[in-house]
């Protein structure tokens, strides 16, 4: 019996904090958006969000795309299909790689700033301070960051993609010798709009999503102490990350028709 309270205790904890978090996300889309009056601090977390992360982005997706290069053509070669590279670069770059590393580069990156901000701004009452004084912290600070993370996923996606393209094209073809023709016009002909590039973004609206109401949600609810601070961002980085790698087999499972 003792086991099954202790188990039950932790189901009734899980689903309060799922309920919690539900009505977070509710409140905070329902509150904010870019038809609200708070569109400069939508602005400026698109900025804080999205701009400040476009190095890694870009370096991250530079690398991938070589390497996917390095490894498609390895194994392509030994059938004689080199020339299909191009292909099998952008397929994997706009159906996973982009929105999969994008999303665990972004949640390490931004989603850990905005756990720590957050659960800061509660630490030294400042969200307190703006109930006193008649502001709703869900208005003025959990709203734009909230839209700000379901519009910057996709677009850094893209932008990780198109350069892990010319990450691809350098290797394949400076390196590694394949026609230039062949490696941008096998890439055209395959790559459809709906089934490889709008599932990729449905991919990355989802993550962008996922991870922003993980983050803010866990500042709004951290502890108001430095140690509740530490663990609800080690908490963002994992429970965002484990979402984002389990919600993308789903999301590629439904695509594909397996379920």
């Known amino acids: 019996m ?14 309060s904090i799922l309920g919690r978090a539900a009505l977070f996300l509710s409140a905070s889309w329902r509150l904010g958006g870019p038809w609200r009056p708070a569109l400069g601090r939508l602005i400026h977390q698109i ?17 991938v795309g070589m390497v996917l290069a390095l490894q498609g053509y390895n194994i392509l070669v030994s059938y004689g299909s080199e020339e299909a590279l191009g292909q099998m670069v ?23 700033a905005l756990t720590a901000e957050i659960g800061l701004m509660k630490t030294t009452d400042q969200l ?37 393209v010319y990450g691809g094209a350098l290797v394949a073809v400076d ?14 002909a395959s790559v459809d709009i709906y089934d490889d590039l ?7 609206f989802v993550f962008g999503l996922v991870v922003t109401w993980i983050a803010v949600y866990q500042g709004w609810d951290a502890e108001p102490t430095s140690e509740g601070i530490s663990r609800a961002t080690t908490y963002t980085v994992v429970f965002a990350s484990l979402a984002v790698l389990g919600i993308d087999f789903v999301l590629t499972a439904v695509m594909l028709g397996g379920f």
């Open 90 to 112: 952008a397929l994997s770059l706009l159906r996973e790689f982009g929105p999969v590393v994008t999303a665990l580069l972004f949640a390490g990156r931004a989603g850990s």
């Open 47 to 63: 900025y804080q969000q999205g701009v400040l992360s476009l190095a890694i982005i870009l370096v991250a997706g530079f690398f």
């Open 175 to 188: 390196m590694l010798g394949i026609y230039e023709g062949s490696y941008w016009a096998n890439m055209q």
């Open 128 to 164: 307190s301070a703006m109930e006193m004084m008649g502001v709703d912290p869900m208005v003025r600070i959990m709203a734009p960051r909230m839209w700000a993370g379901f519009v910057c996923v996709p677009i850094l996606s893209l932008m990780f993609s198109a350069v892990g």
């Open 198 to 204: 709008l599932k990729g973004l449905v991919k990355c």
């Open 2 to 15: 003792s086991v099954l309270q202790k188990w039950g205790k932790l189901g009734l904890r899980a689903l």
